[in-house]
Nanobody, 128 residues
Framework: QVHLVESGGGLVQAGGSLRLSCAAS????????MGWFRQAPGKDREFVGA???????????DYADSVKGRFTISTDNAKNTVYLQMNSLKPEDTAVYYC??????????????????WGQGTQVTVSS
């Protein structure tokens, strides 16, 4: 069992920055994948980015084209927390943001069905 809690959402102006946090608790894994997704009203849940940690090969990241160069995923193992740093925010980034976890370093990371655990989400609103 893994429990995920997102925080850090809020209202920002276009061009601004925001950092989301995803705190994990429960069992730990030597290899894992942490994903970020977002969902706007009436839209499908959309892949944002993912961080994989493999006990054999280390870490790697993947980002959606829509956020590449603007968003960055980082981790703080001491706090069991994964971050999503969002810069140069656009109104199109407005959505509920979710973190998700898989207890393995998986190859495919962009589908919601690739993850076993989900947080409850945090609202991000970008005004123009």
């Amino acid at each position: 069992q893994v429990h995920l809690v997102e925080s850090g959402g809020g209202l920002v102006q276009a061009g601004g920055s925001l950092r989301l946090s995803c705190a994990a608790s429960g069992r730990t894994f030597s290899s894992y994948t942490m994903g970020w997704f977002r969902q706007a009203p009436g839209k499908d849940r959309e892949f944002v980015g993912a961080f994989r940690w493999s006990r054999w090969s280390g870490g790697s990241t993947d980002y959606a084209d829509s956020v590449k160069g603007r968003f960055t995923i980082s981790t703080d193992n001491a706090k069991n927390t994964v971050y999503l740093q969002m810069n140069s925010l656009k109104p199109e980034d407005t959505a509920v943001y979710y973190c998700a976890a898989n207890g393995r370093a998986i190859a495919r990371v962009y589908m919601t069905t690739d993850y076993d655990y989900w947080g409850q989400g945090t609202q991000v609103t970008v005004s123009s």
